[in-house]
């Protein structure tokens, strides 16, 4: 039988613990503590807190360049968005949520990363009932960036049809914890030697990657957007229509197998990469299989955005 421990004891042996990828964060705030840390070690969360067990609450993940955090107003409406669809108040306000995710970014030291936001039902028992929860749980981690090579977007990358499906159309449009069917896409891609995986809807249209927006510049050069329907609305997608609709036609339509294999473009938007160009799909090329003119323009437009409009802290 384990050793029962004393408080002293269990903390001593929680920092002699091994921490695989605690090298890669950089501060974080729990509401429960009130204060910023920067020990991984002490980076923890109660078994307890519904969004643990039960993948109750919602998170946002913005990017921080040159000390400047990235679209943090849609963000954070979009986080209040997928809160309220689930019945779910932050501890403190939304404008106090972002400050301290700003203060978090600050106390990281350093100029470019990542910080993921969760909000979640808070600690109170094991059952499925809200009502064991008294009080949400704020939980902010500012970590390490590690961006694709300049090589990536230079060559473009592969996607392919996942067997996974979409998600159904209410729980896609929220951005909540429950990520089973995104992790399953990208363990899928990773087995296939594909860099990233794309789903469609029980009708058979085009909803979303693992974690990106996927959009086609179709025969006719439009820039054609998935209904969304059954995929997340993504920040940089929404910026990226803002920053090129006066210079083509922006649709929102239904994107189906047969469209992708005409287009002349195909490319991920998204926090992480911003614009990445998809070269080849389920093994075809797309286009004359390299990057398009309007993927590079949007991965140009989007990173000058953030250095000419990101939030500095």
């Not at 299989?289 to 409009?309: C, F, M, Q, T, W």
């Amino acid at each position: 039988m384990p050793e029962i421990a004393d408080a002293q004891t269990y903390l001593e042996r929680l920092l002699a613990a091994p921490r695989p990828g605690g090298e890669g964060v950089l501060a974080f705030y729990d509401h429960r503590i009130g204060v910023i840390g920067k020990d991984p070690r002490l980076m923890l969360m109660p078994l307890d807190d519904h969004l643990v067990h039960r993948g109750d609450g919602v998170f946002e993940t913005l990017k921080y360049i040159g000390r400047k955090l990235y679209q943090v107003q849609p963000h954070f409406d979009r986080m209040a968005r997928s809160a309220a669809a689930i019945h779910l108040d932050p501890p403190c306000s939304w404008d106090e949520v972002a400050q301290l995710t700003l203060d978090v970014c600050r106390a990281g030291g350093i100029d470019d990363g990542m910080v993921r936001v969760l909000v979640g039902r808070g600690p109170g028992g094991f059952g499925i009932d809200p009502a064991e929860c008294p009080t949400p749980s704020l939980t902010i981690v500012a970590y390490r960036f590690h961006p694709r090579p300049a090589a990536s977007f230079a060559k473009g990358v592969t996607a392919f049809r996942t067997s996974i499906p979409a998600k159904q159309n209410y729980l896609a449009r929220i951005k909540s914890i429950d990520y089973l069917p995104n992790v399953l896409m990208k363990r899928e891609a990773t087995a296939r030697g594909e860099d990233y995986p794309v789903c469609y809807d029980d009708k058979g249209f085009l909803a979303e990657g693992a974690t990106e927006n996927i959009c086609i510049v179709d025969a006719a050069g439009r820039f054609v957007v998935p209904e969304l329907t059954n995929a997340l609305t993504g920040t940089t997608l929404l910026r990226a229509v803002e920053l090129i609709e006066n210079e083509m036609e922006v649709v929102f339509t239904g994107i189906r197998e047969a469209d992708i294999a005409t287009a002349r473009e195909m490319f991920i938007l998204g926090t992480t990469n911003d614009c990445l160009s998809i070269v080849r799909y389920n093994g075809v090329p797309i286009g004359d299989g390299r990057p398009g003119p309007v993927s590079k323009r949007l991965k140009e437009r989007l990173v000058a955005d953030i250095a000419a409009n990101g939030t500095a802290f």
